[in-house]
Nanobody, 122 residues
Framework: QVQLVESGGGLVQAGGSLRVSCAASGLTFRNYAVGWFRQAPGKEREFVVAISSNGYVKNYADSVKGRFTISRDNAKNTVYLQMNSLKPEDTAVYYC???????????????WGQGTQVTVSS
């Protein structure tokens, strides 16, 4: 059974930092690209960033470019999202997803985590 479990969310002040993690099990993790998506209350889910299976390709949404950094450790079956210079508009539930396509917002993601809440206060 494939599981993706996000952790590390929480409450942080604007300008602060937070790192969220996505731990995978039940799949050959090194074969999958991983994306982070987020959904704020009353808004549609949006793409944040994705990383290729080998970690060499990373694609960021313009809204987080220069502030967020994605990385992965295939030995630990884990992807990390380091979020710096957080803004109130970054407040959302953050989801990780794994897919056999490329590191793209348009790729198909077959497996999803349950999400972790990130709240940025002003």
């Amino acid at each position: 059974q494939v599981q993706l479990v996000e952790s590390g969310g929480g409450l942080v002040q604007a300008g602060g930092s937070l790192r969220v993690s996505c731990a995978a099990s039940g799949l050959t993790f090194r074969n999958y690209a991983v994306g982070w998506f987020r959904q704020a209350p009353g808004k549609e889910r949006e793409f944040v960033v994705a990383i290729s299976s080998n970690g060499y390709v990373k694609n960021y949404a313009d809204s987080v470019k220069g502030r967020f950094t994605i990385s992965r450790d295939n030995a630990k079956n884990t992807v990390y999202l380091q979020m710096n210079s957080l803004k109130p508009e970054d407040t959302a539930v953050y989801y990780c997803a794994a897919g056999s396509g490329g590191a793209s917002k348009y790729a198909r993601y077959d497996y999803w985590g349950q999400g972790t809440q990130v709240t940025v206060s002003s």
